[in-house]
Structure formats: C-alpha cells, structure tokens
C-alpha cells in the first residue's frame, strides 16, 4: 500500500494507493469514495477491509479523501459538493495514471455513493460500473438524519455543552457543514441521479435503508441497474466513534460480487 | 505548511502525513507525535488530529500523525511484541521519521484516552519524549469527585433514582473502601485494558520524567463521570510533589470524543500552546 498525494498542486488530496496482491492483476481499477463526516470516521475500516480484499481479488484499488477532509488539504469549512466531485473525477484519473489501466469502477458509501453517481456524468471515461451502497438521495432528509443525531450525541456525551453551544447551529456530528454545502445537500434528490453515466449500476441497501424504487427509476437510462439488499442494519449517523467501526461482511461480498460482475 | 504523506518503520509498514511549518521557519525546539484514539485512524476524531497539526505548523511546530500497527491504514503487527511493546516500538518509530524529516530531535506526544497509555509508556522507555499529553486517560478518584457522581442522579433524575443509586452503591463495599479502581472502562472511568497505575507509582513515574526534562499535561474532558471537577487532579495527588509540576486542565463543557466544533478549537488551542511551551535540550537554543 502506498500512500500519496495528488492533484492540483494548490490542492493535494491524499490517497492509498493499493495494488493487486501479486500474481492477481486484473484490468480493472477501483476507486472509493468516502462518506462525509463522522460516517467517514466511522467507516474508514470498512474501505480499509474493502480495499485489501479487492485487491486479494486482483484489483487495483485507490481510495483518498475529498478536499478539506480526513488527510487531504484544505479545512473543514471549505466542504463543497462541487469539488468533492472534481475530487472523485481526479482521483480516478490517478488511479487509471497510476495503474496504467485503462477500466475502473467505482464504489461509494451514503454521501460518498451520491458524489460517485454525481461525478460519473462528469468523467472523461465514465466508470464501467457504480456501486451505490445507501446513496443519500434526499438531501433534506440526509441533514435531518445529522440534525437528530447531534442532538441526542450532546444530550448523552455533552449536555453542558448543549446549553454553551446550542443544539442547532451548522455542524453535525463534529464537523461544520457550511451554508453552501447545507444548500447543496438540500438539493440532491433521486433526480440528481438521473445523470449518472456507467455500463451498471449496483445499489446495495442495508435493511433499514428505505426503498430505492425512486432512485433507480431516476437512473432507468444509465445502463443495467440492480438492487441487492443486505441483512446487516446499519447506524450511520452516531457519535459513537470508539469500538464501532462498521464491517459487516455481507456487505463486503455484495460488494466485491457486484465489481467482478461482468459488464 | 507543508504535508507529505509517507510510508515508514520496518517494511515501511506504518502509514502517515508529516505536517511541516513553511520552508524558513527557525528550527523547532520539539516535534509532535500524534495517532489513534482508540480505533479512529491517524485523523482523530472529529478530524482533530489534522486541524491540530496545522495549527502546530503556524507555530512553527512540526508533526507526524500516522496509524499504529494494525491499526487505519498500518499493516499488521509482527506479531513478536505484546500490544503495548508494538505500540511504544511504532511510536519510537514516528519519532525517528519525524526527526528525518524536520531536524526536531525531541518530541511531544499525545496521547488521547487509551493513546495516553501508549504515550506513557514510551516515555518511560525514551528519552527523546520532552511532552507527554494524557487526555482522560488516567483518573483519580476523590471524596468529592464520589460525591459529585453520586449527588448527579438527585440533579439530573431526582429524589428517586438519587436514592435507588445510593442503596445501590451501598451494596458495593468497594466502593465504601474507596480502592483504587482496576479494569477497562469501568464505572470509574479507567481505561480498559491498561492497567491504572497506582497513585504512588503515576506519582514517581511523573517526578522522574519531570527530573528527566519531560514535560506532563494531563486533560481531562466532562466525558467520564468518575472525573467530574476542576482541581480533582491536584485534590487526588496533593502532599505528593507532582501536583505542581503538572499542568491540568478540565474541559468541563466538552464531551470526551469532542463533538461541538467550538470546544475542538479551544481543546486545539490549548495543545498548542502546551507544545509551544516546551523547551528545547537543555544547552541548545533552536536555531
């Protein structure tokens, strides 16, 4: 595994880059994408897991962290779906420069889902297949979501600074989310999917997530669209950070199953 | 600031970002060790490891934040060294990169909650370690600190539940004795694995790293209720000659993993201004 940095030099982005174990090369590239905030902390053992196991498969995997967030330049308060797509797009031509391949495909987890969807439409070779593992395709819900679950993270770990800061304000779970990031959030919709561009898509629900019917209608002409939905039941917006890093391993097969699907 | 991302230690197995102050910048007395918290890779929660080590570059203050063996994004342990021995031979490790890469021969770390524990031990085992930060890591019981846990069922409950808690309690002789508490995050607030040390022995082991030029800030959130008040570390340590050659500080409106974005910035400003104060070897001024 190799870490590097990469991208514009006024904004490097920090990625892994993984390639396959040897003698398992395939001609096939992938890249993850994160979710946002506390669910990327929380998550970051699952693409970690993801990515060795992708990479036992015999892909080449790069996983990185969109600008102003975990290891990549920038602050907290410069988030920016904009760029976060600009990110996928840049990192994806990393990984296709760095591998030499000229195929990959994508996978995202929640917000990371929604920007890999997004940045597809923007790709010079679009991706050969998207992997959607419980894309936010309801921006106003998604912030709601963040909103109850700061608040009951102060009322439980921080009821004096409940009182201090206020239960609202523009932040969730630890991180800021900025008015230009809250406006671009409350936009997305299954529509935003509409313009996804890939040969397949995969959408993989956990039980709790609600139905994907509205999502995949949206993306009726972006090629061969599927739903798999997995046992596992997932909590995605909590504080808990400590002991809880999310790996169920139905999900890690539904993935890497729905990657090896030939195109 | 400059950040360059690398791989390092033996088979360049540990994974981590060196944050360096702008080219030009004098010579630092120190450099900045940080790393997990508990399971959260090099980041830290909340991202805070990262703000933190740019804040540290604007002070002209270099820093390595990087995953311990088997931990984010570092490969698997050996498998030849106990959990702790791994964890102090990757933070020694981290050291040496971080020397290579800014010239800073001696190194503040961070320890927050179980990290503290690794922190302690390695600065035990080298003498490269000039700051050691201890956040809820440790923590010492007092009478009052009893009878504020005890009292805030009546405060947040009431009359009812306060009374159902102390007919608990008083079914728990060990609590009547007051013993110092053992095991992993129990009711006391201890961490876990690590065993707590006694107060004698975290009492001689401060003195001796204080006598050795090593400087020792313990930070204490409103997270665990077994630490619940401003001079609890002092009241806990009083008449043993380290209450004043520690620095404390209690973050009374700041939960342990930090969530309110306000209090990460205070919480950010006070490690800094705990790094900026630690001095240089003794006999050698930075350049």
């Known amino acids: ?263 | 600031m400059i950040e360059r991302s690398i791989a390092f230690g033996p088979g360049n197995g540990l994974v981590g970002t060196i944050c360096l102050p702008e080219a030009g910048a004098a010579r630092p007395a120190v450099g900045q060790v940080l790393f997990n918290a508990g399971v959260v890779h090099r980041v830290g929660p909340h991202r805070i490891n990262v703000r933190l080590a740019r804040a540290l570059a604007r002070r002209g203050i270099p820093s390595i934040r990087f995953d311990l063996s088997g931990q984010g994004d570092s490969a698997r342990p050996r498998g030849d060294l106990p959990f702790e021995g791994q964890a102090v031979e990757d933070l020694r490790a981290s050291m040496d990169a971080l020397t290579a890469a800014s010239g800073a021969q001696r190194h503040a770390i961070f320890g927050f909650c179980s990290g503290g524990c690794h922190g302690y031990a390695t600065a035990q085992a080298d003498e490269r370690v000039a700051g050691l930060v201890l956040y809820d890591t440790y923590i010492y019981p007092t009478p009052r600190s009893r009878l504020n846990r005890a009292l805030t069922p009546i405060r947040e409950k009431g009359v009812v539940t306060f009374t159902l808690g102390v007919l608990r309690r008083l079914l728990a002789a060990r609590w009547l004795l007051g013993r110092d508490p053992k095991g992993a995050f129990d009711r006391q607030g201890n961490v876990g694995y690590f065993r707590l040390p006694t107060k004698a022995e975290f009492a001689r082991t401060v003195r001796a790293l204080h006598d050795r030029g090593t400087r020792v800030a313990l930070m204490y959130s409103c997270g665990f209720p077994a630490y619940n008040y401003a001079g609890q570390f002092r009241d806990a340590f009083r008449g043993t000659g380290i209450d004043g050659i520690v620095s404390c500080d209690y973050f009374q409106d700041m939960g342990h993993s930090a969530t309110v974005t306000a209090a990460q910035a205070r919480f950010i400003e006070r490690l800094v201004e705990f790094a900026a104060g630690l001095e240089p070897p003794k006999g050698r001024a930075p350049q």
Do not use: K
Not at chain 1, 50 to 61: E, I, K, M, P, S
Not at chain 1, 71 to 77: A, F, I, L, M, N
Not at chain 1, 116 to 139: I, K, Y
């Open chain 1, 1 to 263: 595994m190799t870490p590097l940095r990469f991208g514009a030099p006024a904004r490097r982005l920090f990625g892994l880059y993984q390639p396959p174990s040897a003698g398992m090369g395939t001609a096939h590239c992938v890249v993850l994408c994160n979710p946002f905030g506390q669910e990327a902390i929380r998550s970051h053992r699952l693409l970690r897991v993801l990515g060795d196991r992708l990479a036992r498969a015999g892909f080449t995997v790069l996983r990185f962290d969109y600008s102003g967030t975990g290891d990549s330049d920038g602050d907290d308060s410069e988030a920016d779906l904009g760029r976060w797509v600009e990110d996928v797009v840049s990192a994806d031509a990393e990984a296709r420069r760095a591998s030499g391949l000229r195929t990959s495909s994508w996978f995202g987890v929640r917000l990371g889902a929604t920007l890999a969807a997004l940045a597809s439409a923007q790709a010079p070779s679009p991706p050969r297949t998207l992997v959607l593992w419980d894309p936010v395709a309801d921006g106003r819900a998604y912030l709601d979501e963040l909103a109850a679950a700061h608040r009951e993270a102060l009322r439980i770990a921080e009821p004096r600074s409940l009182v201090a800061a206020g239960a609202g304000g523009r932040e969730a779970l630890g991180f800021p989310i900025p008015g230009a990031l809250e406006a671009q959030l409350l936009a997305l919709s299954p529509a935003s999917f509409a313009m996804a561009c890939a040969a397949q898509v995969s959408v993989i629900s956990s039980a709790q997530a609600p139905g994907t019917e509205a999502l995949r209608a949206a993306m009726g002409g972006v090629g061969s669209t599927s739903e798999t939905r997995i046992a596992s039941q997932i909590a995605w917006a909590t504080d808990e950070a400590m002991g809880s890093a999310i790996v169920p391993t139905d999900a890690l097969e539904a993935i890497a199953a729905a990657l090896a699907r030939p195109a």
